[in-house]
């Protein structure tokens, strides 16, 4: 039986809680939570992430207790750093967002074991932290997926606010608002640095490396439906070598300003029916972006584009994910995704490329995790073969390409004819096809879209089944 992961059930949002008069903590305590409930032990070597709510205002250590079930540490596990009596000491620097434990798992469990490590947050060296989210992950040595479910995926209604991580192995699924992050920091070899195409922002370089020179907006940069420029956006197809900002260099001097188009918000007010508000509210704006690499990690430099001075940050890489994401609005790294082998489909919003140079936006819009490994291809109806009746044996492997569009809009379409022959909003389930995804560990999966609006015809109410090919 294949390894499999277990997923997030729900994304971490750590809670910022305050204070009784009488706590010495301070007005503004600092949360302190592990990143995930539980989680897969798949590779030999793998981070168990904390996070701290706001950076670090010194350095300290946090205290973590585990309990094991079928396992002995020394003979079935390690961590980095070790254990002294059954408790391990994380040491923390000042001013950062995270740390982690490495799990060094020297054992597999066989089928039918049960092999995990829970670890607990006991005590963190902080006058001003609190204890609160995920004080708990459950490491586990061996999981099996699920044979497959219905689901819905909760984007929030025809204004589209959510972006919705699913994993098929385990039916969980992560949800983050879209306007909880602008850039995304590559963790993989690469120094590349995503913007977010779920708001319509684009990025433009330009000719100085001055960050505190005045820049003014650029209204060419705006992406509308076929207003745009292709190469200010990140290509939609979604390989890490397409990032629109360029891949950030060793030598500071190559690495130039960029103007950001923010892009705009959701809209407060809800559409007519049959129509979507995902891209109609009010523009974000415009920031001005320098990026720096800092050792193996990064360094932002950021302004609103009529300041003479910025503010900078340094993003740490973690390979543990696809991305670190970082928002210039709160200022903060943010928790979006899940660990890069934990998810396989995001329900989101889109920018396009329209005849390969054109940028079109989409609600309704299915990524595949092409960075994480999970892979995806149609399948349109025959007379012999629907998802009824399509086998593991039906699989063909040359259809898994790298775009991690292959789901994308092609699952509905979004007007029906009206009076006088001419369209209409509406959505519209296509019902001719399904689609086949392989996930980041090699479970295959047939999928089918059942449903993407209420029953008063709003958009934004996805839904879909799914079952494991074995």
């Known amino acids: ?63 973590i207790s585990y309990i094991t079930t079928g396992v002995t540490y020394g003979t079935d596990f390690t961590t980095l750093p070790a254990q ?83 994993d098929l192995s385990s039916g969980g699924h992560a949800t983050a608002p879209r306007t909880s992050w602008d850039l995304g920091f590559y963790g993989g070899t690469d120094f590349r640095v995503a913007i977010n195409g779920s708001l319509k922002m684009a990025a433009k370089q330009l000719e100085t490396t001055n960050i505190d020179e005045v820049q003014s907006p650029d209204e060419s940069m705006i992406i509308s439906q076929g207003q745009g420029v292709a190469s200010q956006i990140d290509h939609p197809a979604g390989l890490i070598t397409g990032t629109t900002i360029a891949a950030i260099s060793a030598n500071d001097a190559d690495n130039k300003v960029y103007l950001i188009n923010m892009g705009s918000n959701p809209s407060e007010t809800a559409p007519s029916t049959g129509s979507e508000g995902s891209a109609s509210g009010t523009s974000r704006g415009w920031k001005k972006v320098r990026i720096l690499r800092s050792g193996t990690d990064y360094k ?28 210039l609005v709160s200022k903060n790294v943010v928790n979006v995704e899940p660990q890069k082998n934990q998810w396989d489909i995001n329900f989101t919003t889109f920018t396009n490329l329209v005849g390969g140079t054109t940028p079109y936006y989409y609600p309704d819009f299915v990524v595949t995790n092409l ?40 699952w509905r379409s979004t007007s029906v ?40 015809g709003e958009r934004g109410y996805p839904t879909f089944q799914y079952a494991l090919l074995q």
């Open 1 to 63: 039986m294949k390894k499999n992961l277990i997923f997030i059930l729900s994304l971490v949002m750590l809670a910022f809680t305050g204070c009784g008069d009488d706590d010495n903590k301070g007005p503004n305590p600092i949360s302190v939570a592990f990143a995930v409930p539980s989680l897969n032990l798949i590779e030999n070597a793998t981070p168990i992430q904390v996070l701290f709510s706001s950076p670090t205002p010194t350095a300290g250590n946090l205290t």
């Open 371 to 410: 960075k994480g490994g999970a892979r995806s291809y149609q399948v349109v109806n025959t007379e012999t073969l629907n998802y009824d009746t399509f086998t593991l044996a039906n699989v063909v492997s040359a259809n898994f390409t790298e775009d991690q569009r292959n789901i994308g809009s092609n």
């Open 84 to 166: 002294t009596e059954n408790l391990i000491v994380v040491p923390f620097e000042a001013n950062v967002s995270s740390v982690a434990i490495t799990f060094n798992k020297l054992i597999n469990a066989l089928e039918g074991e049960t092999k995990n490590v829970v670890f607990k947050i006991e005590d963190v060296s902080l006058n001003n932290a609190t204890i609160s989210g995920n004080l708990t992950v459950k490491a586990n040595f061996n999981e099996t997926a699920l044979s497959g479910q219905a689901m819905a995926a909760e984007v929030g209604g025809p204004n589209q606010p959510n972006q919705v991580y699913i």
């Open 417 to 456: 004819t009206g009076p006088g022959g001419l369209p209409v909003s509406a959505f519209v389930l296509k019902t001719d096809r399904f689609f086949v995804i392989k996930d980041p560990v090699g479970n295959i999966y047939k999928l089918k879209f059942t449903g993407g609006a209420n029953a008063s």
């Open 300 to 327: 932002i430099q950021y302004a609103d584009i009529d300041a003479t001075t910025h503010e900078e940050k340094i993003i740490s890489k973690n390979s543990a994910y696809n991305f670190t994401f970082f928002s």
